[in-house]
């Protein structure tokens, strides 16, 4: 059996609403299984993502992480997605390992934003002005056609290079930005909260991407008592990420408080009810989801 190899050239054919429906129609499938391994050489890490879900197929995301190599002009994070069937076990296709990185963490978002941001939703804050902040402004210009931009980082030169960059507007002031905005993407590196819950107007959309690890929070615990809680996967976030470790530790709130994760969409339960309440999603990512995004990159670069 052949297998096709997958590469960037396959972006062209890509689109954020069709992935953001190909994750909705995965979520629907039966559960996925997922397994993760870590190994450390030094400074350098080996991460293995997999992911096996009935009547979609097997995914195993190698990631190799290795902080010297930009000083040798190399990319930090590197790696390598491998898709195979889910009858067989039989290669199918090796797809672009920043391709699905980008489409996944970004779409990701984008599915949540679709159920809970308002759909006349303008001022959207982006904070943060790396790669996954640029792929934010990608993606919701997809849904929310009355989008208009503005970034706020920490090295204000990062903020204008990123704004001369996508049109977004530089923000000077966080708490400002945040009172103003009807939707707020955290794409940081935080270990203490940027966000207070204070800061917010009614009906906001937060999307919050940037914690991976259980010493990281882009939010304080205030936020989440004042919103309505969901999350991509309960599993692979609740018990595995500081930003809802440390809120469900302190009484914030309850694991109860989480109303949905995308396992939940057939049921309706991942929604907006009114246009005043304050919507919080945790992008937690997973190895399913690397699957989900891989197979639909793999049917539209084949279509």
Known sequence: MTFRIVGPEAEAKLNWLALTDALAAGHALPRAEVGDTLLRHGPDTLLTRSAWIPGMGIAVK????????????????????????????????????????????????LLAARR???????????????A?????????SAALPKARFHVWARN??????????????????LETAVRRA???????MATEPLIRGAWLSPGTHLDLIGAYRPDMRECDSDTFARARVFVDARATTLHHIGELMVPLKEGAI???DVVADFYDLPSGRFTRRTADEITLSKNGGGAHL??????YILSAATS
């Open 156 to 173: 204000p030169d990062a903020a204008r290079a990123f704004a001369d960059a996508t049109g977004a507007r530089p923000a000077p002031d």
């Open 182 to 188: 009807h939707v707020i993407a955290t794409t940081t």
């Open 116 to 130: 809970l941001a308002r759909p006349d939703a303008e001022h959207i804050l982006v904070v943060g002005a790396g």
């Open 290 to 295: 690397d699957l989900m995004t891989a197979h």
């Open 132 to 140: 996954v902040a640029r792929s934010m402004i990608e993606a919701y």
């Open 254 to 256: 309850t694991e109860a």
């Open 62 to 109: 190698a990631a190799t992480i290795f902080p010297g190599n930009p000083a040798k002009g190399l990319d930090a994070i590197d790696g390598a997605v491998n898709l195979m069937s889910a009858e067989t076990g039989a290669l199918e296709a090796l797809v672009d390992f920043k391709l699905v990185t980008k489409w996944k963490t970004a779409g990701d978002s």
